[in-house]
């Protein structure tokens, strides 16, 4: 029999695939000139490349993840502070330092 190989796991599959299509055109390159004798080699080299880059991957993902909910936390409390009623001060109307209903 075959030699199992254990892959390492616990992504998602569409962090898989992004790391795939990102890293496509360094496969290409790293594939180019080798010689494998079967596509059984090719497919485990092309995993060995994926295995060395998708923590690196993911840990820039989830950062762009959390920066995103961080900016759309900051836009919502913007919106919210935003929409706070302005209060009204009442001004006596003989104040001293009002000239034409200017404050000075």
């Given at each position: 029999?075959?030699?199992?190989?254990?892959?390492?796991?616990?992504?998602?599959?569409?962090?898989?695939?992004?790391?795939?299509?990102?890293?496509?055109?360094?496969?290409?390159n790293?594939?180019?000139?080798?010689?494998?004798?079967?596509?059984?080699?090719?497919?485990?080299?092309?995993?060995?490349?994926?295995?060395?880059?998708?923590?690196?991957?993911?840990?820039?993902?989830?950062?762009?993840?959390?920066?995103?909910?961080?900016?759309?936390?900051?836009?919502?409390?913007?919106?919210?502070?935003?929409?706070?009623?302005?209060?009204?001060?009442?001004?006596p109307?003989?104040?001293?330092?009002?000239?034409?209903?200017?404050?000075?």
């Open positions: 029999m075959g030699k199992q190989i254990q892959y390492k796991q616990g992504y998602k599959y569409q962090t898989i695939l992004g790391c795939f299509k990102s890293h496509e055109d360094y496969i290409k790293a594939i180019r000139d080798k010689g494998f004798k079967t596509d059984v080699q090719k497919g485990n080299y092309i995993m060995a490349i994926i295995e060395g880059q998708i923590n690196q991957f993911y840990l820039e993902e989830e950062k762009q993840r959390v920066n995103k909910k961080i900016n759309t936390q900051k836009l919502q409390m913007d919106i919210k502070n935003s929409q706070e009623p302005i209060k009204k001060v009442k001004i109307k003989n104040n001293p330092y009002m000239i034409n209903d200017q404050i000075f």
